[in-house]
């Protein structure tokens, strides 16, 4: 990614960390109108629907909401391919600088490799909007109560690599850096070569 590029994204983070510093947090209970805004966000953004069978049995014992709607996912549980869970907040630059390469990563291994984000200690509304802007149409789901950062890091981004039964191989701490990097850990820690 382009210099120019990282600056660009870098801005829409100082942005969204301003929104949400300005009481952004808990606008659907204050405002009636929010339920009918986040539909049509949801609607834009266009992401996939979440894993309803979990994403692993290593996974804490925890429940999570899905930020495209619909029922609430179990963090434990089965899956059926090896899986990158990315956990990030629209407040966390390096998790910005990050999201194209997990874009394209999740375009390329469609269909070998799954990608679901875990929105953290953010709103649906900044994560619905960042998700359309960037074409983030993997499942997302929230994790307002940090459940997946205290149990796997201190900060995010955070990306575990769980294989096809769910086990958690490997936990990447900080952002990767391109597309090829995330290739590489994948191949190294998963066995799947794209």
Same mark, same amino acid.
């Given at each position: 990614?382009?210099?120019?590029?990282?600056?660009?994204?870098?801005?829409?983070?100082?942005? *969204?960390?301003?929104?949400?510093?300005?009481?952004?947090?808990? $606008?659907?209970?204050?405002?009636?109108?929010?339920?009918?805004?986040?539909?049509? #966000?949801?609607?834009?953004?266009?992401?996939?629907?979440?894993?309803?069978?979990?994403?692993?049995?290593?996974?804490?014992?925890?429940?999570?909401?899905?930020?495209?709607?619909?029922?609430?996912?179990?963090?434990?549980?089965?899956?059926?391919?090896?899986? *990158?869970?990315?956990?990030?907040?629209?407040?966390?630059?390096?998790?910005?600088?990050?999201?194209?390469?997990?874009?394209?990563?999740?375009?390329?291994?469609?269909?070998?490799?799954?990608?679901?984000?875990?929105?953290?200690?953010?709103?649906?509304?900044?994560?619905?909007?960042?998700?359309?802007?960037?074409?983030?149409?993997?499942?997302?789901?929230?994790? $307002?109560?940090?459940?997946?950062?205290?149990?796997?890091?201190?900060?995010?981004?955070?990306? #575990?690599?769980?294989?096809?039964?769910?086990?958690?191989?490997?936990?990447?701490?900080?952002?990767?850096?391109?597309?090829?990097?995330?290739?590489?850990?994948?191949?190294?820690?998963?066995?799947?070569?794209?």
């Amino acid at each position: 990614m382009r210099r120019s590029q990282r600056a660009a994204l870098a801005a829409v983070a100082v942005l *969204l960390v301003a929104a949400f510093v300005a009481g952004q947090r808990g $606008d659907v209970e204050r405002d009636p109108d929010a339920q009918t805004q986040l539909a049509a #966000l949801r609607a834009s953004a266009s992401l996939l629907p979440c894993p309803s069978t979990g994403l692993g049995p290593d996974l804490p014992a925890q429940v999570l909401p899905c930020l495209a709607g619909g029922p609430a996912v179990p963090l434990r549980g089965s899956v059926d391919r090896p899986t *990158l869970v990315n956990v990030w907040g629209t407040w966390c630059a390096p998790c910005v600088e990050e999201v194209p390469d997990l874009v394209a990563f999740s375009r390329k291994a469609e269909g070998r490799v799954a990608v679901v984000g875990v929105l953290t200690q953010d709103t649906a509304r900044n994560g619905l909007a960042f998700a359309e802007q960037f074409d983030m149409h993997y499942p997302q789901l929230v994790d $307002d109560d940090r459940v997946v950062l205290s149990r796997y890091g201190a900060g995010a981004p955070l990306t #575990l690599f769980l294989d096809a039964r769910g086990t958690v191989v490997h936990v990447e701490s900080g952002a990767m850096d391109s597309l090829l990097e995330i290739e590489q850990l994948v191949t190294t820690h998963l066995g799947v070569q794209l």
